[in-house]
Each structure stands twice: as C-alpha cells, then as structure tokens.
C-alpha cells in the first residue's frame, strides 16, 4: 500500500474526491468553488492547483491537510480552466475560455503569485501544453479550429497552428509531436511541434477531448466523450512504411469519460466517467478496464498525486 492519491474534481457537486488508488475508498471530500474543472499537481507535490470555471476561481491546496489555503480571482477569468505546470521556471499556466486570456503564476513558495496576463486573441483558449524542454507552449483555442505557439520566456506568440474542428485534447509528445484531440471532426491532428506543419491525422472515436501519454511514451490514451470508451494511439506504429501516431485499440468505459491519468508505473491509468460518477481503473498493458470507482457527481478534472 502507498500513500498515493487520487484527485477528482466533481463537477456538479463542487467538490473534490481524494480517493485511495489501491482501493477505490474516498478517504478526504473537499468543498469548492462552483464547478472545479481542471487539476495540476505542485513541483513537490505539496500543493494542488485546481480552477473553477464557473467560480471564477483558481484554488491551492494543500496535499497533507487537504485544505484551500489560497483562492485566486481575477476581472479578467472567464472560465478558467486548463492548466500547466512549467517546472523548469517554476511556473503555472492557466487558460481562460471566454477571454482568450493565458495567465502564468510564479510556484516558487507557497500558494501563486501572479506573473502576467495576455491574450491569445484566439476564440475558446481551453487548454495548455508544453514541449518536452518548456521553451514553447501551446494552447488549444476550441473556437478557432486552432492552436496558439508562445515563446514561453517571452510570453510573445510565434504562430497560430490550423488543426481539426473544436481543438481540446493536447500534448506535446517527444517522438510523436504535438497531439491534438479536434472534439468535432472525431480526429487527431499531428503537428511538427518546431515547424507546425501538420504531419498527419489519425481517427479516433465520438467527440474526443484529452490526449495523455503513458510514462513511458509509448502509448497516448485519448477518451472519447460520446464514444464511452478511450481510444489508445500507439505513437510509433509503422503504417505505409511510414512510423507515426496511430489508434490501435479502444477501451470501454463509463459514461461521457473525460480527465485521464496514469500512475507513475504506467500498469494502470484512471478515466473520470462524468455521467456514470464514476473512475474506470485500466489496465494499461492489457488496454481492459479492471475496475470502478464510486466518486461525485459529473467527475471530469483528475490527476494522479505521488508521495
């Protein structure tokens, strides 16, 4: 047994279920701000950072007592909502829905201080991601059918990436590329992450929206929110003797599944099932779900917490 934690953020309950890996048991429940969306682990893990669109908020925890000991609000959030931990410069980046707006916060202490705010002057900026060496992130823009480039030392953007309809999922992988889950077109789009130029596509199921390597980046599990089941990318399959990203398998869930994440083992990865309130435990080699777990109502943001 470890003292490993689940954090799943409930929706329709504004709460957070921190829940036992091992067992399922929700050990701690915390009151938040309405409707927590998105979760991001702390450098040291001794903090936790979670937005709540609706609330207008962004909240730190602290990872021992589970209590809010700071709310951040801002004139400018309109649905925060994706976050980024850039641990290079011990910075957050936090994406605000409705005002197109990228905020980054200085981690280095305790709580957020807040560095600088601009716009990506992009419609639906949604979520965030970084390169492998954090010198550029990109932001999902659901809106525009697009991706935002920004110089990340610079805060200055270098390009605005066309992708598929309605852009959410995104991640940078470092054999694959940039990986983007486009909701309305049910694709993945692949981008040369220096160039941006789109290197290929790959079908997924119904309105895909996150897109989460495995620790070892062999694989990328995308879950598909009308689909019910999560699409897994094989990163280096050979197809057209050609090595790229590819779906190879999908995995049956839970109802409307959305917040992704592994343990750092890479065995097992955890699906947040909105409509069935529910966690759907995989087996990660396997590509089978083994178990669920009980939680909130509409369960959507989730991260795994290691110590």
Same mark, same amino acid.
């Given at each position: 047994? %470890?003292?490993?934690?689940? &954090? ?5 309950? /504004? ?19 309405? !409707?927590?969306?998105? &979760? ?44 980024? @931990? ?28 807040? @560095? ?11 979520? +965030? ?10 932001? #999902? !823009? ?9 110089? #990340? ?6 390009? /605005? ?10 991640? &940078?992988?470092?054999?694959?590329? @940039?990986?983007?889950? !486009?909701?309305?077109?049910? =694709? ?14 790959? @079908? ?17 599990? +995308?879950?598909? =929110? ?9 990163? =280096?399959?050979? =197809? ?31 699906? #947040? !099932?909105?409509? %069935? ?10 590509? &089978? ?19």
């Amino acid at each position: 047994m %470890t003292d490993d934690r689940l &954090v799943v953020l409930n929706k329709d309950e /504004d709460s957070i279920s921190i829940v036992d890996p091992d067992s399922g048991e929700t050990v701690e429940r915390v009151e938040t701000d309405f !409707n927590p969306h998105e &979760v991001e682990i702390g450098p040291d893990s001794e903090e936790v950072y979670v937005t709540c669109s609706l609330g207008g908020s962004l909240l730190v925890l602290d990872s021992d007592t589970w209590e809010i000991t700071q709310r951040f609000e801002h004139e400018r959030f309109d649905f925060p909502h994706g976050l980024a @931990l850039r641990e290079s410069a011990d910075e957050l980046w936090l994406a605000s829905t409705y005002s197109s707006r990228v905020f980054v916060f200085d981690v280095d202490g305790e709580g957020v201080e807040l @560095l600088s705010v601009f716009p990506t002057f992009q419609d639906k900026s949604h979520m +965030v991601a970084f390169t492998p060496d954090e010198e550029t992130a990109f932001v #999902a !823009n659901i809106g525009s059918d697009n991706v935002t480039a920004i110089d #990340a030392d610079e805060r200055e953007i270098v390009g /605005d990436v066309p992708v598929g309809e309605g852009p959410e999922g995104i991640e &940078v992988h470092p054999d694959g590329g @940039l990986l983007v889950a !486009n909701q309305d077109d049910s =694709r993945l789009t692949v981008v040369d992450p220096e160039t941006f130029e789109e290197e290929g596509q790959a @079908l997924l199921g119904e309105t895909p929206i996150r897109v989460v390597s495995s620790p070892d980046g062999r694989h990328v599990f +995308v879950p598909n =929110r009308e689909g019910n089941d999560v699409s897994v990318i094989d990163t =280096r399959h050979e =197809r057209d003797e050609d090595i790229r990203p590819w779906e190879i398998a999908r995995i049956p869930v839970g109802i409307w599944p959305g917040g992704t994440t592994f343990e750092p083992s890479g065995n097992r990865a955890f699906v #947040a !099932n909105n409509k %069935t309130n529910d966690v759907s435990v995989l087996d990660a080699g396997e590509w &089978v779900e083994i178990e669920r777990y009980d939680v909130g109502l509409h369960p959507d943001g989730i991260a795994y917490l290691s110590r």
